[in-house]
């Protein structure tokens, strides 16, 4: 809610364990308000004034200050919790978070202007702490710029300090000269005094020189970055103003050429190496001629104490009524003092109505504002992105499920490859399959019973012989479902008052005692081994003129039983029974049990089931027909998806 929160908090010295947990804050009326907070697993709630400070156990003071009262009431309004919280951060950890956010980029070396850039969530926020930041460059650089004038102003106030301390006892000395000797300010001098005054003037402005050369020789032997007119200000009317007021300037000259050069080079370059070499020569030479210039006002200040000397001794000699140089002496001291204090005072406020007047050379070229649309992410990218996303995944997985397919989904992928007659498709079936799997008896009008009796009469197609007819069932693995087509067909033919027989000559897996709910002790197995006889073993199923037979026991040897003679005979006798044989053989993709039976079938068929069967299937119902010879194969394709399919 940076710029839109309709209340401030102000707060001084939290506890540390409230940092960066919410605070919860609701609002009785205009005048109150409640804080909540979970310290320790503790919820603790602290009910205080707004528009007032207020001491709590977690803050040492706490202001609440409301902006829009309005806003509050109508956030509030319907909420059973706290529409606001506040989270406290310390500095040093705002600054490690945001600093990373920001990026400082030199935007045009030859303008010497830089881009300051700040990430933020909020835009408001970030455009302010851009601004910000311009800003203090400016401060920063006007500080740096009045560091220099702020050092020897400094300096100047440990001078006056001292000075002061000066001038006070000697305004105490002379007072108490004059006081002990009853003189006024109207007791006269000799008339060589004011040749002695004359020689202290000298005496008092030569040590006013020395003490300016002072400053500025520490000045340039400790500040690096000099401000040359301050300094020159304190040679004013030196007589060595001329020529150090050059050698300033040109060292001055040398350390703006250096930040200029930092600009576009490091401190580590061979430029700036360059640079500072030839600013430590100049500042070697200026040490040089400082001191120079204080030896020679050193000499000077000797020689007038001399003269000042010689004087003195004329007035001792001459007979008066109190020690006069004593006097001249005070007099002279107090005078100096004075004159220097003055001068410094002077010098301070020249320098502190300078420094008042710096301006920061930098300059804002373009503040920023706040963003109407976010820099990253851009809603159009993202839009792109996501929808060439979204095209290639799609593409990728169509291309994948391609590659990885397997199944067969169409007649049309067995087709391809077989040229084997097709006698119809079986649709899936929805809802839950019997245990018997025998569907056309509970529903002959169903999509099924007419699919089957559309298979029925393909079937007379394929064999044009009278006389009982042998249709042998198979596929390639089981869960085909040869069984359930075996069951359904045989019901179909049924219907057509014709008598059928089922037999289960898939011993490994016996089926149909289950769907019929029979026995499975006797079956296939004991008749082809001569335990019982065809009769013993023939059920009766619900329909009329539909019987079966199951496997029976599961033997150790079904391919040696399926392909004995035995076999034969029992197919024999059951034609002079049934019409119609319907075998449900084992798979021939896993086992040879039922290959036998299909090449002596009148009706071989081979089941396919869509989704299911694999599209290799189709290699071994080819390698089937060409190994062994079968010439009448025909395909039905089970659990098709008869809403991929158009028409009857």
């Known amino acids: 809610m940076y710029r839109t929160s309709p209340f401030e908090i102000e707060y001084k010295n939290p506890v540390n ?6 605070i919860y804050v609701s609002f009785t009326d205009e005048n109150n308000a409640t804080i909540s907070v979970n310290l320790n697993n503790k919820e603790t709630v602290y009910r205080l004034k707004t528009d007032r400070w207020e001491r709590l156990p977690i803050i040492d003071s706490l202001k609440i200050t409301l902006k ?49 850039v700040f990430y933020e969530r909020n835009p408001s926020k970030a ?58 300010d109207e007791t006269p001098l000799p008339d060589f005094g004011s040749r002695i005054n004359d020689l202290e003037a000298s005496f008092n402005k030569i040590e006013l020189e020395e003490a300016a050369l002072e400053t500025i020789q520490d000045a340039v032997s400790i500040d690096k970055d000099i401000d040359v007119y301050k300094l020159v200000a304190l040679l004013s009317g030196t007589k060595s103003e001329g020529i150090l007021a050059n050698m300033l300037s040109e060292l001055r000259t040398l350390m703006s050429k250096r930040e200029q050069t930092l600009y576009s080079k490091t401190k580590n370059s061979s430029e700036i190496a360059q640079i500072d070499y030839q600013i430590d020569i100049q500042r070697k030479m200026l ?37 006069r140089i004593e006097f001249i002496r005070l007099s002279k001291l107090n005078e100096i003092s004075q ?7 002077t010098i301070k406020s020249e320098l502190t109505i300078s420094n008042a007047g710096i301006t920061s050379e930098n300059t804002v070229l373009e503040a920023s504002s706040t963003p109407a649309s976010p820099y990253f992410p851009s809603r159009r990218i993202v839009a792109l992105s996501a929808f060439l996303g979204w095209l290639i995944v799609s593409l990728a997985l169509i291309v994948i499920r391609y590659l990885f397919h397997n199944e067969i989904t169409s007649l049309n992928e067995i087709m391809k490859y077989l040229e084997v007659p097709v006698l119809g498709i079986v649709p899936n079936y929805k809802d839950v399959i019997p245990i018997s799997q025998l569907l056309v008896d509970k529903k002959p009008k169903s999509i099924i ?32 479902g040869k069984t359930f087509v075996a069951l359904n067909l045989a019901g179909i033919i049924a219907f057509s008052e014709k008598k059928v027989i089922i037999i289960d000559l898939d011993m490994r897996k016996p089926k149909i005692h289950v769907g019929f709910g029979v026995p499975n002790d006797k079956g296939m197995s004991t008749i082809l081994i001569n335990r019982n006889t065809i009769d013993d073993c023939v059920f009766k199923s619900s329909l009329n003129n539909l019987d079966f037979i199951t496997a029976g026991p599961v033997p150790p040897n079904p391919s040696e039983l399926i392909i004995s003679g035995r076999m034969l005979e029992v197919l024999e006798e059951l034609k002079t029974r049934y019409d119609v044989i319907v075998i ?28 299911f069967s694999k599209r290799n299937f189709v290699q071994n119902v080819k390698k089937l027909i060409r190994d062994n010879n079968i010439k009448n194969l025909s395909i039905i394709l089970n659990s098709v998806d008869i809403k991929k399919s158009r028409g009857y």
């Open 17 to 22: 364990e409230i940092y960066n947990i919410p």
């Open 127 to 184: 455009s302010d702490i851009c601004n910000t930041i311009a800003e203090e460059f400016k401060i920063y650089d006007i500080e740096k710029q009045a560091q220099s004038a702020n050092n020897t102003i400094k300096f100047i106030d440990g001078q006056l300090k001292s000075i002061y301390d000066k001038l006070y006892d000697s305004e105490v000395e002379l007072q108490n000269f004059k006081t002990k000797n009853r003189l006024d």
């Open 449 to 480: 019973a007419e699919s089957l009796r559309s298979i029925r009469s393909n079937l007379e197609f394929l064999s044009t012989k009278d006389g009982p007819k042998v249709l042998a069932i198979t596929s390639t693995i089981s869960g085909e």
């Open 68 to 116: 829009n009262y309005e806003k509050i009431r109508s956030d509030m309004l319907g909420l059973n919790e706290n529409p606001y919280y506040v989270l406290l951060h310390k500095k040093e950890n705002l600054v490690r978070t945001y600093s990373s956010n920001i990026e400082i980029t030199a935007e045009n070396e030859a303008a010497g202007t830089i881009k300051v």
């Open 339 to 345: 004159n220097y204090y003055n001068r410094l005072v």
């Open 287 to 323: 040490v040089e001629a400082l001191s120079a210039f204080k030896k020679s006002l050193n000499n000077q200040k000797e020689e007038v104490l001399e003269r000042i000397k010689n004087y003195e001794e004329e007035v001792r000699s001459s007979t008066l009524n109190f020690d």
């Open 584 to 611: 449900d053989n084992p798979p021939v993709g896993i086992v040879t049990d039922g290959i036998r039976v299909i090449k002596l079938a009148d009706y071989p068929v081979y089941v396919f089931r869509e989704n």
